[in-house]
């Protein structure tokens, strides 16, 4: 079992940033990749990005890609996410999530995941 905790979440101004943080644990833990998800009220849930927890790969969503920065730190078991140049559209829950195994599946699938976190609100005010 892999649990997931998010953190950094908050209130923000346009244009402003913000990290979020994504701490996994469990008694034995791998992971083929992590990514982050987010879901605003009244809509699907969306990629953000991901990241390949060997090799360092990272994908990303369009409407983020040169904004947000994933990262992950292999000692820690922990994922990041640089937010920066934030949009009021940006607002919503911000979902950590684990793929253990690799699969034909695409990246930003959320049925190709095993584990999620509780999840972080980020809002930014206009």
């Known amino acids: 079992q892999v649990q997931l905790v998010e953190s950094g979440g908050g209130l923000v101004q346009t244009g402003g940033s913000l990290r979020l943080s994504c701490a996994a644990s469990g008694r034995t833990f791998s992971a083929y990749a992590m990514s982050w998800f987010r879901q605003a009220p009244g809509k699907e849930r969306e990629f953000v990005a991901g990241i390949k927890w060997y090799g360092g790969d990272t994908f990303y969503g369009d409407s983020v890609k040169g904004r947000f920065t994933i990262s992950r730190d292999n000692a820690k078991n922990t994922v990041y996410l640089q937010m920066n140049s934030l949009k009021s559209e940006d607002t919503a829950g911000y979902y950590c999530?684990?793929?253990?195994?690799?699969?034909?599946?695409?990246?930003?699938?959320?049925?190709?995941?095993?584990?999620w976190g509780q999840g972080t609100q980020v809002t930014v005010s206009i």
């Open positions: 999530a684990v793929r253990r195994w690799y699969s034909s599946g695409a990246m930003s699938s959320p049925g190709e995941y095993d584990y």
